[in-house]
């Protein structure tokens, strides 16, 4: 049974930092492609930002050079550190992997993110 389990949301100011995570469970990581993706309040979800597991990371433009993503094969966590934070990227954050041959795709429930002025 996939499970994926997104934490480290929640309320910061504009210009602060967060650090999500997932924890990626019943998949064998490695073949695996991670992935975050925003969604806010009457918008599509879009993608934030995705790696390979080569390690290859592209981003959406309104992220580059404030977000980091990474993943870790030993803890089989993938993670988005959010930084500059702007009122603009209030919105929830799903993980999503997308295994690299078969094209299976997993969600996790979500996390809120809210950045307030």
């Known amino acids: 049974q996939v499970r994926l389990v997104e934490s480290g949301g929640g309320l910061v100011q504009a210009g602060g930092s967060l650090r999500l995570s997932c924890a990626a469970s019943?998949?064998?990581?490695?073949?695996?492609?991670m992935a975050w993706y925003s969604q806010a309040p009457g918008k599509q979800r879009e993608l934030v930002a995705a790696i390979t597991p080569a390690g290859s990371t592209n981003y959406t433009d309104s992220v580059k050079g404030r977000f980091i993503i990474s993943r870790d094969g030993a803890k089989n966590t993938v993670y988005l550190q959010m930084n500059s934070l702007k009122l603009e990227d209030t919105a929830v954050y799903y993980c999503k992997v997308r295994h690299v041959a078969l094209g299976v795709e997993y969600w996790g429930q979500g996390t809120q993110v809210t950045v307030s002025s």
């Open positions: 019943g998949i064998i990581f490695s073949r695996y492609t």
